[in-house]
């Protein structure tokens, strides 16, 4: 069916008016005489929040990340703190904090968010250069602000970028502020949006922040191994061209680890990621120089993260002295299983809780009945995990993480966090060592224990407009005809997120979902595989999330395998 192009171009041409400025106007016109696809992917939607905030490629048009699009969310975000914080911008006393990673642009479009705010009498505390995503998280909370920006596009490619919104408690927007956030967004036009900054309220902010946060980090980790096992441990560490570089070196040289080796091809911040495809710790090609430097160093350990330092990828060595990539769900179970090892009768009976995401490992479960703590277990993406932190204040959280390299180590970040979570798997590996043991000989008495379970991610990318059709058709169509059975084995639970139910069907039995509506659908089958599709939230993909479980390792792949197949996903 052919487009109907001209409410695109009504669209285009609104950016034609005299508020836009002659940069801009001159690249929508070329959009305009040029090729109609451009035309369509920059204007068929405007960016919206996902499951970490608001991210795309960097241009002109509304489906863009350009300063208009970003200075009208300010905008809008200014007009809701206003309302909600009345008596604090009345007194002069509402503030907001940003940070900005690597990625092209990020430094001047955070000063444009910074002049938004302040043409609203919002107080702006802007980092001087950039830093990690999990440090804005803990900025939020340690200067008092009523809300946090960073930009960041995480480990999305090069052409992106991105914006994420954090609330006084440090976590990212989740309802109701995200709902209303939005409809004040929608409700404003371009030309709303005030640009004259007051400067006087723009304060840069560094050291102060940064030696609290490495404090911070250095508190919330348990210390287990001795001073000698810490130097001793070598440990190759690249921040794949990110904000990592600025605190993760500190941490590690503050908490005693002395043989860290960065990559040094990876280690100034750059915004084209030039050695690397994708600069995400969860593909095995973006640690692979690492795990080149790691071989001639002998080193014990290989830890990368992404560019914004909250997805953290590690590499152990197995029992044949071999470099192995570790699944974001195994990392999750040894730090976790570590962390609850170490905890106090008081902290048990339920009065700690740890958490974890849908599609993530069912072991996280199995190890809170364990050792007494509570469970909980969130939509995908971190920010419901710091809602579980918020809404039940009379438990400790412990940690955290989900299946796609993420973790949060205590509750001082709101966040996933690849600075904590690097200084911990440096401590539980020096820990270990120190034991004549290691981080794979530990996964593998935790597995042993549990049971094994094995994971696989699936992603498949679709972009443009056709791609969401796409990805909507595929998900329309797994709801209207589900799978009666995956790999020989029957389907015997369905959830259903974006309908909130679960389906019994081995009695027939429906039962209502008590979480937020999310596109999310979940298959179970009668010999445990797990199965879940979603579209992401930050990148034009359907991601599915494959989970098995069996009494020995070696019938983990070949059940995978099977599965891939079943459902076209090889």
Not at 134 to 157: D, K, M, Q, W
Request: net charge negative; glycine share 8%.
């Amino acid at each position: 069916m052919a487009l109907n192009l001209d409410p695109l171009l009504s669209k285009a041409q609104n950016w034609l008016k005299p508020h836009f400025d002659q940069n801009t106007q001159s690249a929508i016109q070329k959009l305009i005489d040029g090729p109609k696809d451009a035309l369509e992917d920059a204007f068929y939607t405007s960016l919206a929040f996902g499951t970490g905030g608001m991210r795309g490629i960097m241009g002109v048009g509304d489906n863009r990340i350009n300063k208009y699009t970003l200075g009208k969310a300010t905008q809008g975000l200014s007009n809701y703190l206003k309302t909600e914080f009345a008596a604090e911008f009345a007194e002069e006393s509402l503030r907001v904090v940003i940070a900005y990673d690597c990625r092209h642009n990020s430094d001047t479009l955070a000063q444009t968010v910074a002049e938004v705010f302040s043409a609203n009498g919002i107080h702006v505390k802007l980092f001087s250069s950039l830093r990690p995503t999990p440090e804005l998280s803990f900025a939020v909370r340690y200067l008092n602000c009523h809300c946090g920006i960073v930009l960041t596009a995480s480990h999305n490619p090069p052409e992106y970028n991105g914006y994420k919104v954090y609330w006084q408690d440090g976590g990212q927007l989740v309802p109701p502020q995200d709902s209303a956030i939005i409809t004040e967004i929608n409700t404003l036009d371009y030309q709303d949006i005030r640009f004259n900054p007051n400067h006087d309220l723009i304060e840069r902010i560094d050291d102060e922040v940064d030696n609290a946060f490495i404090q911070a980090s250095l508190n919330a980790v348990p210390k287990r191994a001795t001073n000698q096992n810490r130097k001793d441990l070598r440990v190759v560490f690249t921040p794949l061209h990110g904000t990592s570089v600025t605190m993760v070196p500190p941490v590690l040289a503050a908490a005693g680890f002395d043989q860290v080796h960065i990559v040094k091809e990876q280690a100034t911040p750059d915004g084209n990621f030039p050695t690397v495809s994708s600069p995400n710790p969860e593909e095995p090609q973006a640690l692979q120089m690492a795990m080149d430097q790691a071989r001639e160093f002998d080193a014990d350990l290989v830890i990368g993260t992404d560019p914004d330092c909250d997805r953290l990828g590690i590499a152990v060595r197995n029992n044949h002295g071999e470099l192995t990539l570790l699944n974001g769900n195994q990392a999750m179970v040894i730090k976790t299983h570590f962390l609850l090892d170490g905890l106090t009768a008081d902290q048990k009976n339920k009065k700690s809780f740890i958490a974890s995401t849908v599609v993530s490992t069912p072991m996280m479960r199995l190890l809170a009945d364990d050792f007494g703590v509570a469970y909980k277990e969130g939509l995908t993406g971190f920010k419901w995990i710091a809602k579980m932190v918020k809404d039940f204040p009379q438990q400790d959280f412990i940690g955290g993480g989900e299946e796609s390299f993420g973790y949060m180590v205590g509750d001082f970040v709101r966040d996933k966090d690849a600075v904590t979570a690097s200084l911990l798997i440096c401590e539980i590996a020096a820990y270990l060592n120190g034991k004549g043991s290691s981080v794979w000989n530990y996964l593998q008495e935790i597995y042993q224990r549990y049971g094994y379970f094995g994971e696989a991610l699936i992603s498949q990318v679709k972009k443009g407009r056709q791609g969401a059709e796409q990805i909507k058709a595929i998900m329309t169509a797994f709801r209207q005809e589900p799978p009666k059975t995956i790999a020989g084995s029957p389907v015997i639970k369905i959830e259903d997120y974006q309908n909130q139910k679960v389906l019994d069907l081995t009695s027939g039995q429906e039962t209502p979902l008590d979480l937020p509506a999310s596109n999310v659908l979940i298959f179970y089958t009668q010999d445990g595989a797990k199965i879940a599709a979603r579209p992401s939230g930050t990148e034009p993909k359907i991601k599915y999330y494959i989970s098995v479980t069996a009494e020995a390792e070696a019938a983990l792949s070949p059940q995978i395998e099977s599965i891939k197949k079943d459902l076209n996903l090889l």
